[in-house]
């Protein structure tokens, strides 16, 4: 299983300096992946924007969204920049889409969430070039596609339009779950081989607390839900080494560990946690 490990794009106090020097330590260090998150309504860095400004001071990481949210922008446009991505980067863009759970992120884009599902299906296709013959370039040959979600319609799109699944998190046993059911959806369309599964996890390996904080503010929309979502952050090596171990088992192909602070202390030690 490749370990990849994500951009601090969406914790508290990230600037230009730490995410280029985040990356280019990355790019050197044991892990297989950058990937970034996808909000609106918070203080965040748009995905696409954060991965071409990575793609020039990266050569060997694959740059990925886990996930963006596809809805949120028009189409074309979307097409247009992750295949721009993907062109800068050499060719290493995994393009992770979702519907997205947070709906104030629909209300602040001025975009009517209520056909979301119908609306990304659409753009799977599009992306895919089976709708404009990928008459918007750069090409998006090569372009590795994933789709997130928990619903029977989302593992449907990912079978149908996709080359494998984004899981949005939880203990190696829920990724087990829903890796199930995608492979489940991908032997229904008799497409041959299997998904390719992608999975992820938070790390607070330093400044404990802050992550915590993040945390809580990130997933206040769920409510209740956000307590179980700090009690999985990754607070110790040992920690980080038993999801590793737990998600490999589970089938997964590539696991990303996200940061909840914004110190490259934490990737420090994420990098001796994973390497050793």
Known sequence: MNVGVGLPTTTPGADRTLVVEWAKRADTGPFSSLAVLDRVAYDSYDPFTALAAVAGVTDRVRLATMIAVGPLRPTALLAKEAASVHALSGGRLTLGLAIGARLEDYEAAGVDHSERGRRLSEQLAYVRGRVDEER??????????????????????????????????GPPRAFAGAAARAEAAWQDLGRPGRPRLWGQGYFALGQ??????YLRDYYAFTGPFAERVVAANLTSARAVMDFVRGYEEAGCDELVLFPTVSDLSELDRLTEAVAG
């Open 136 to 169: 918007i370039g750069p090409s998006r040959d090569g372009i590795e596609l994933l789709v997130g979600g928990a619903s029977g319609p989302a593992f449907a799109r990912m079978a149908r339009y996709a080359d494998g699944y984004a899981h949005g998190g």
């Open 208 to 213: 404990v607390e802050q992550g915590h904080a």
